[in-house]
């Protein structure tokens, strides 16, 4: 580990959150590690747990380090950073940053529509809609649960590579999301939802629903999203 500079004109606090920065940048700390605590780290640095505690707050304040109330302080996961303004799917939000994208088919099938279906989906009487569950990945990392809902008149989906992104496979198809709506909440990992995530049961995690509609208007499909909010930010710019 580096030496601060007690001459320097950078404050030792900002001096410490450059070095903890440049050990995650060179592989020193890796996505996951435990730092030490603030007093050994007031050891090895000497200077006082002000100062540490300073430069970790920052730390955790900027999403570089995360605390875990009776554990320790750590390295945070790298989040995906979603913008919500305009439509980008999630393979191509993964690719604009330069993170690896992944997802695993695990059903397609008819199914009983919800009541959200029902209100959004414009479904003829005893219509089943289009099921489509997968497991959305970043470098390997589980971070999504997604289940999409489609009208049954988009039926050529099941014939297509449903481990690709869906966006794309409908946009060769001539159909283009144009407008969506999406609600945001907070459920607590079932069973499934922890096992898929790699979470404990009852870990709090982000809930989002979408109604996603063509240019004319007409809704294209519904989706739930469980999110694992360690490894997932949304950003939404507003404008007066």
Same mark, same amino acid.
């Given at each position: 580990?580096?030496?601060?500079? +007690?001459?320097s004109s ?9 070095? &903890? ?12 590690? #435990?730092i030490?605590?603030?007093?050994e ?14 430069a ?9 380090? &995360? ?8 390295? @945070?996961? +790298? #989040? ?23 997802t ?13 279906? #029902? ?21 390997d ?8 809902h489609?009208?049954?008149?988009? @039926? ?25 709506? +999406?609600?945001f909440?907070?459920?607590? @990992?079932?069973d ?13 995690l982000?809930?989002? #629903?979408?109604v ?13 999203s &469980? ?14």
């Open positions: 580990m580096g030496k601060l500079n +007690k001459n950078v404050p030792l606090y900002q001096q410490l959150i450059d070095e &903890i920065k440049s050990q995650i940048t060179q592989g020193d700390l890796k996505e996951g590690d #435990k030490p605590t603030e007093v780290l007031s050891e090895i640095y000497n200077v006082s747990r002000i100062t540490i505690r300073k970790i707050e920052l730390l955790v304040e900027d999403e570089i380090l &995360i605390k875990r109330q009776g554990i320790g302080t750590f390295v @945070a996961a +790298k #989040k995906l950073n979603r913008n919500m303004n305009g439509f980008m799917g999630f393979s191509q939000s993964c690719l604009a940053e330069g993170r690896r994208p992944g695993q088919l695990m059903k397609a099938d008819l199914a009983d529509p919800t009541l959200n279906d #029902k209100e959004s989906l414009n479904l003829a009487e005893n219509e089943k809609v289009i099921r489509i569950i997968r497991l959305r990945f970043i470098d990392y589980p971070v999504m649960l997604e289940e999409n489609f009208p049954t008149k988009y @039926a050529f989906l099941f014939g297509k590579n449903l481990n690709s992104s869906l966006y794309q496979i409908l946009n060769e198809a001539g159909i283009y999301m144009s407008r969506g709506v +999406k609600q909440g907070i459920c607590y @990992a079932n499934l939802e922890a096992e898929s995530l790699n979470v404990k049961k009852g870990t709090a982000l809930m989002v #629903k979408d996603s509609y063509d240019k004319e208007g007409i809704p294209i499909h519904t989706c739930k &469980i999110i694992n909010p360690e490894r997932y930010k949304f950003i939404v710019t507003t404008t007066s």
